[in-house]
């Protein structure tokens, strides 16, 4: 059935066109009795908007399990899709990792702060989401250090970023992308308390 949503609804009032968004998505699986799919998004917007913690809110409403990758911080260009066994200190990629660790095969994957994925690497640390973003040739996606095609078909993609003029024209057509506002003066007294609250 559908998840419990009216507390995110107060939580995160800046992103209420968003959650409007996913409620109606996981209605219409319910109604069809399809599995749970949810269109990838983008979520714009400046710095301490809310909208890492607002993906980690719609993992934990889910509760597929999460996946998280800062692109800020990556250090490697094939941390998406693995390095081939061949290379030195090789591993699986990220997507790999989260499915076969993970005891779902739709989690939420997270790329936090996709607007500062850096080109110079040896891989195009993005190049891996042209397949995974289409459902079609996500089906049989194929880590290079595992080299085994895995369905990620279902992996649910939750994207963060300030600017959206350094991400690809192709992945922002594979997106929803919903800019998101700063909340006004008595929203974000509200999200200060509830925080407080967690915190303590």
């Known amino acids: 059935?559908?998840?419990?949503?009216?507390?995110?609804?107060?939580?995160?009032?800046?992103?209420?066109?968003?959650?409007?968004?996913v409620r109606r998505q996981i209605a219409l699986c319910e109604d069809s009795g399809d599995a749970l799919e949810i269109?990838?998004?983008?979520?714009l917007g400046p710095p301490g908007v809310g909208k890492t913690h607002?993906?980690?809110?719609?993992?934990?409403?889910?509760g597929t399990g999460?996946?998280?990758?800062?692109?800020?911080?990556?250090?490697a260009g094939w941390v998406l899709s693995g390095a081939?066994?061949?290379w030195k200190g090789a591993r699986p990629g990220k997507v790999f990792e989260t499915l076969v660790d993970g005891q779902y095969a739709n989690p939420v994957m997270v790329v936090d702060e996709i607007d500062k994925a850096r080109g110079e690497h040896a891989y195009d640390p993005l190049g891996a989401l042209?397949?995974?973003?289409?459902h079609d040739t996500a089906h049989s996606f194929t880590d290079e250090f595992a080299e085994v095609p895995i369905d990620a078909s279902q992996v649910?993609?939750?994207?963060t970023a300030n600017d959206e003029r350094s991400?690809?024209?192709p992945i922002l057509n594979r997106m929803n992308v919903y800019e998101v506002q700063m909340p006004d003066l008595e929203a974000a007294r509200a999200i200060a308390r509830r925080l407080y609250q967690s915190i303590r």
């Open 84 to 86: 081939s066994s061949q």
């Open 66 to 75: 999460m996946g998280f990758i800062s692109m800020s911080a990556l250090t």
């Open 167 to 169: 991400i690809p024209e």
């Open 156 to 159: 649910i993609w939750v994207a």
């Open 39 to 43: 269109t990838p998004m983008l979520l």
């Open 1 to 21: 059935g559908l998840p419990a949503m009216a507390h995110l609804y107060e939580e995160l009032p800046n992103f209420h066109a968003v959650l409007d968004d």
């Open 130 to 134: 042209y397949s995974l973003l289409e």
């Open 54 to 62: 607002f993906a980690r809110e719609v993992a934990q409403l889910l």
